[in-house]
């Protein structure tokens, strides 16, 4: 039971906290002093809890998981950590005691934001689900001083700006300065024999970085286990070259500290597309590293011998980014504990599992051996070694096929492949949708599967749905509790109970005030940050995520642009009022992604200024997406549009967020659409497209002219002479040609024309099911009641029972 306090209680700790930290009171604090009192004394509350649990000693003796990942979206964490204690009315009464407005409050924070987008929000969704169910689960990534870049649109052309969250969201973090680690690179090795006449391989020579951690204390819902995210920051030994400094070469004299601190400077902004730097393989290193030194040593202490870390210790691989944590191990095993390779290569094979969350090509990491050699040369050497070993057997198991060993193997052409390493080592390797383990256990694993089909397996996606309904959406949530009762909040699960309502006019009033509330919520930001007013009576159709040409933005785009001459040709048709809302980041360096926001930016300008379309259509881009912005859009959402070429997402988590708040998808059968699909049925879902089979035909084929295509089907001729003649003044004849010409030899490689008709029959359908209210209603009810199934506490169990083995505390 979570202990509780008295708002008078709080009220006490602010001003104490205040005379602590800024030597001020109540009266005088400024809106950031109080800010920064509320986090601190929340922070204590969680740290007493966290002790309990994690002292140094770590009284349980509980099996645990460290989930490794380069990115957590935490975005902010004031609200939730008081949802999930049950803290929320007192600290809202204990401020209001002292005239502050508890909303006004947590919407200074500002997103913690380590992360790109799926990846690492699902990572920061598992890490508030493992301790809601009481399990010891802890994340490891970087204290990135900059987290992922603001975005500026200006004339429909992306900049980024850096993301200083660290000045107000350093409130969260606990530095552990005592628990510094070194890690090393560069150097050589060197060979010598040992007092027992082993050969040993020293490092020696090389750079040293320290790495401090920065610790974020994970609250769960009606929990009281509390787990860590442990960020670590790069910090360098020598703080000045006093000599150097001396001579007057004062740049100099601090090269070797910003080298080390570079480190853990800023996060990369590539969310699916390797870019092989240097940098970011010391980024990756560094922090698993630390992390691997850290849990070894938290293990020896705490039982002596590493005989048994498997049986204590999960570790978790998110994508290929951490896998350097594989041969790390070995390392440490070997050169720091004596153990023989076997035993070493026993222990982390049953310690490791990976997960896989994208298939395309230029997402897959490969490192230069030349690099990687350089920069890690023990860790190369090791990885050589698994390499070897690995050949070895694949020459018994493929002796003719040398393609696929050449396909499967760790090192090949000059290249380390670093998801056939994750594959080679891990116990577990899984999916993220079922449609996706599938793919990646029958194509780009396959080699792998069939030696060892017991390694693969799926785990769907989830999402904290507290977060993202509870306290996202409070006034569909206050519904549902009134329709029955509070127990979802624990168990998503019953939420399936609403199935009962779908015949019941009454909620499907109350539903539709609550989306028109949210809509007017939504259309006041809109007004406010891009002076565009929106029509509540339209439909607010949401396309929101990153930026990239397999999710599609560009068929939406084209879509429009074909409602658009519709009402052209015909100015007085009858069409049902639309918004069309999008928000996505593009990587700083992907053109084509910048392209697309920029046609949507003067798209906008034509349509939503023209008095023959009078705002029955109006396009929306809002700028900078985060998770603060999405809490904000996804209560408003009434068509969830998920139109990715199927094959190419490898889940999606937006869809689950905007099921949830009663969006209606619309999309393909492509990662979790499909099991959403499966969960609510064909009368409450608008699937329309090409499935997977249907694309690797036609590849196959090579049937696919999108040329030919223009010239036959009349509406994609029309949107496609339209973009040729210029939108607003601006020409896009590098979308034009990647459409139909394409760059060597492959036009619109993600079948936007080929999907084209398909989508407006769709959009057409949806449209005309929106104007029966009844209709739409129970769509948008039926979703909600059918969304437990996404909920993260039920992925966790999954991971817990059939990959990491662990179990609650208590
Ligand atoms: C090396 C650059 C880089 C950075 C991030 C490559 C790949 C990534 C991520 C794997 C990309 C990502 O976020 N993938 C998304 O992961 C989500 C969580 O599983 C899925 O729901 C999305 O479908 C998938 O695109």
């Not at 509350?45 to 645990?64: C, F, G, P, T, Y």
């Not at 320290?210 to 030994?237: C, E, F, H």
């Not at 000599?243 to 910003?258: C, I, N, P």
């Not at 400077?265 to 850290?294: C, N, V, W």
Request: charged residues 25%; contains cysteine; negative net charge.
């Amino acid at each position: 039971m979570l202990q509780q306090y008295e708002p008078t209680q709080i009220a006490r700790w602010l001003e104490e906290k205040l005379l602590e930290n800024f030597g001020t009171d109540p009266q005088t604090a400024t809106p950031k002093q109080i800010y920064k009192a509320v986090c601190y004394v929340l922070r204590d509350i969680m740290s007493e809890l966290w002790l309990v649990n994690h002292n140094i000693a770590d009284s349980h003796r509980n099996k645990q998981v460290y989930y490794l990942s380069m990115e957590f979206l935490p975005g902010p964490s004031l609200k939730n950590n008081a949802f999930n204690l049950h803290l929320e009315d007192a600290f809202r009464q204990a401020l209001a005691s002292i005239g502050q407005d508890f909303a006004r409050i947590t919407a200074m924070e500002p997103d913690a934001g380590l992360g790109n987008g799926g990846l690492g929000r699902l990572a920061s969704c598992y890490l508030d689900a493992i301790a809601a169910k009481g399990m010891a689960g802890h994340g490891m990534s970087i204290c990135y001083e900059y987290g992922i870049f603001r975005q500026k649109i200006e004339d429909g052309e992306q900049t980024e700006l850096p993301d200083e969250w660290l000045n107000m969201g350093d409130v969260w973090l606990i530095t552990k300065e005592d628990q510094t680690e070194e890690v090393h690179f560069g150097g050589k090795l060197e060979e010598i024999w040992d007092a027992n006449g082993r050969l040993r391989l020293i490092h020696k020579d090389y750079t040293t970085v320290l790495a401090v951690p920065r610790d974020m204390l994970i609250t769960g819902y009606d929990s009281d286990v509390v787990n860590t995210l442990r960020l670590w920051q790069a910090k360098s030994p020598i703080t000045i070259d006093m000599k150097l400094f001396a001579e007057g070469k004062y740049l100099q004299s601090m090269e070797e500290k910003h080298m080390a601190e570079v480190i853990s400077k800023i996060l990369y902004p590539e969310d699916a597309h390797t870019e092989g730097k240097l940098l970011r393989m010391k980024q990756q290193y560094f922090f698993i590293a630390a992390s691997m030194k850290s849990l070894v040593k938290r293990h020896m202490m705490k039982y002596g011998t590493l005989d048994n870390f498997s049986d204590k210790v999960a570790v978790h691989i998110n994508d290929t980014h951490p896998t350097m944590a594989i041969p790390e191990l070995m390392r440490i095993f070997m050169d720091e504990y004596g153990y023989e390779w076997d035993q070493a290569w026993d222990i982390v094979r049953q310690t490791v599992s990976y997960t896989n969350h994208t298939v395309m090509p230029e997402a897959l990491e490969k490192w230069p051996e030349s690099l990687f050699k350089e920069t890690l040369p023990r860790l190369h050497s090791i990885v050589s070694e698994i390499n070897r070993r690995q050949s070895v057997d694949l020459m018994k198991t493929y002796p003719d096929n040398e393609a696929l060993r050449r396909d499967m193997a760790v090192i090949n052409n000059g290249e380390l492949r670093m998801a056939n390493l994750c594959v080679e080592a891990s116990h577990t390797v899984n999916g993220v949708s079922s449609l996706h383990s599938g793919i990646i256990r029958d194509q780009l694993f396959a080699g792998f599967s069939a030696i060892h089909p017991e390694k693969f397996t799926n785990v769907t996606n989830g999402i904290a749905y507290r977060r993202w309904l509870c306290q996202a959406n409070p006034e569909l949530s206050e519904l549902i509790v009134s329709l029955i009762g509070p127990g979802f909040k624990k168990d998503a699960m019953e939420l399936e109970r609403l199935m009962a309502f779908t015949e019941d006019r009454g909620v499907f009033t109350r539903l539709e005030q609550i989306k028109r509330r949210n809509k007017e919520r939504l259309a006041d930001y809109i007004k406010e940050h891009n002076n565009i007013m929106v029509d509540p009576d339209s439909i607010f159709d949401v396309q929101v995520k990153r930026l990239h040409e397999y999710k599609r933005q560009l068929l939406n785009l084209l879509h429009i642009i074909h409602l658009y001459a519709e009402i052209k040709r015909d100015p007085g048709a009858d069409i049902q009022p639309r918004t069309f809302i999008f928000a996505a980041k593009a990587a700083a360096g992907y053109y084509m992604a910048k392209q697309i926001i920029k046609l949507a930016y003067h798209l906008a300008q034509v349509i939503n200024n023209d008095s023959q379309v009078n705002g029955r259509i109006k396009i929306v881009f809002l700028e900078n997406y985060s998770v603060s912005l999405s809490e904000l859009i996804m209560p408003a959402a009434e068509i969830s549009e998920q139109i990715s070429l199927a094959g190419k997402e490898a889940s999606g988590t937006g869809n689950m967020k905007l099921m949830i708040n009663g969006a209606v998808t619309l999309g393909t059968e492509d990662g979790a659409n499909v099991e959403i699909h499966r969960a609510v049925g064909d009368e409450n879902i608008f699937i329309f497209g090409l499935r997977v089979e249907d694309v690797e035909r036609i590849r196959r084929e090579g049937s696919y002219s999108p040329f030919r295509l223009c010239q036959t089907d009349g509406d994609v001729n029309e949107v496609v002479q339209f973009l040729s003649q210029g939108v607003n003044g601006q020409y896009f004849s590098n979308i034009l040609n990647a459409l139909t010409t394409g760059y060597n030899g492959c036009a619109d490689p993600y079948f936007v024309l080929g999907d084209f008709g398909a989508y407006r029959d769709a959009q057409a359908r949806a449209a005309a099911a929106y104007r029966d209210r009844d209709r739409w209603n129970r769509m948008s009810l039926i979703n909600i009641a059918k969304a437990g199934i996404f909920s993260a506490d039920r992925a966790v169990q999954e991971y817990a029972d059939r990959i990491w083995h662990i179990e609650p505390l208590k």
